[in-house]
């Protein structure tokens, strides 16, 4: 049952808490003393950024799990660190990360300390609506922590109610020869209960990434029985037809962009393991590289607003789910829920 960390960075005392996070994230990714210290690193740098020109802000830290393919041994977890903040924003992204750059008369070495030290890092800004820097820490060097090389490219954010040790929420995605499924479960209520449910519809998708879409959803019903049952939706892309499948059970969200325009993708009612529907129906669209999906559980506002930056569009998944986290919350409005949001993107042409 994974551990996810929240940590509020609105006074100098929380960036001891965010270091201790990063490393304890570290731990549980099995990473070594050197990678575990610049997780550390990382946290700290980016949650005193956080003060220093923020005004404060949030920390997400996570374990995250690559996708684990059928046909041979995956890569281990990495240290996902997303700072997320609603201050003036960045005129000049890429100014900001030289060393020496700083707007605050400090040594303007922050980010710039974070991207050579992490094995992976982005940063979105938007000027009046805030920041997001989202950095991986893994253990075999920089291909470690990166999502592995292809066509299509998965990640997302997992933030716990009112700074609980776990979330009821989780995602995952896994690969079987030319089909890639993305998955998004909210486990029924909050605490330890909720991520035992959602927990094991990621372990049962594991060994479900041969089946579409309705045909893991009955594989995963089986698995939860016994447990408190969870929303669970699913969406599959095989490369080969360009197709792709979603079904979902429960109040999972989708949004599914295409054409330069957003639509839903419907799920059944009911709950996995519990009540699952008797027919499960499967959508199908056609995917090409424009597209851009978005899951996410009801933490999230019923009508939100899908991100429009075209920037934002071709940016780090993991990026997007953290600004769409960003643009429904404000720091008077923290998220209301367990909250997770998972986005499957391509992967834009020149990038890993």
């Not at 997303?82 to 040594?107: E, K, N, P, Q, Y």
């Not at 019923?302 to 429904?328: E, G, H, K, N, Q």
């Amino acid at each position: 049952m994974p551990r996810v960390w929240d940590v509020p960075v609105h006074d100098s005392t929380r960036v001891r808490d965010a270091r201790v996070a990063a490393e304890a994230a570290a731990g549980l990714a099995g990473l070594g003393d050197e990678r575990r210290a610049a997780a550390g690193l990382v946290a700290t740098e980016l949650a005193t950024n956080l003060l220093k020109h923020a005004g404060g802000g949030h920390l997400l830290v996570d374990a995250v799990a690559p996708p684990v393919p059928v046909d041979g041994p995956g890569a281990g977890p990495y240290v996902q660190i997303a700072a997320i903040d609603h201050g003036r924003g960045m005129a000049d992204v890429a100014a900001a990360l030289r060393d020496g750059f700083t707007t605050a008369r400090s040594l303007g070495a922050g980010l710039g300390t974070c991207r050579r030290v992490a094995d992976d890092f982005e940063l979105h800004s938007a000027p009046g609506r805030g920041t997001v820097a989202l950095a991986r820490i893994g253990g075999t060097g920089r291909e470690g922590a990166r999502p592995p090389a292809g066509p299509l490219r998965a990640g997302g954010v997992n933030i716990p109610y009112a700074g609980a040790d776990h979330s009821g929420d989780a995602w995952a995605w896994v690969r079987a020869h030319d089909r890639l499924t993305l998955m998004l479960a909210d486990g029924l209520g909050h605490g330890p209960e909720a991520a035992r449910a959602s927990t094991a519809a990621a372990e049962a998708l594991r060994r479900s990434a041969h089946l579409t879409p309705a045909e893991a959803l009955r594989n995963l019903d089986a698995a939860l029985r016994g447990t408190r049952g969870a929303a669970v939706a699913l969406a599959q892309v095989e490369l080969s037809t360009g197709v792709l499948r979603f079904a979902g059970v429960g109040n999972i969200g989708a949004r599914l962009r295409e054409d330069g325009t957003w639509r839903s993708l419907l799920s059944r009612p009911g709950i996995v393991g519990v009540h699952r529907p008797t027919t499960l129906r499967e959508e199908q669209a056609r995917w090409a590289g424009d597209r851009l999906l978005i899951l996410h559980s009801d933490g999230l506002p019923s009508r939100w607003t899908p991100p429009s930056d075209p920037c934002l569009l071709s940016a780090d998944p993991a990026v997007i789910a953290a600004v769409t986290v960003r643009d429904t919350s404000s720091p008077a409005g923290p998220v209301r829920d367990d909250t997770a949001v998972a986005v499957l993107a391509p992967t834009p042409a020149g990038r890993p």
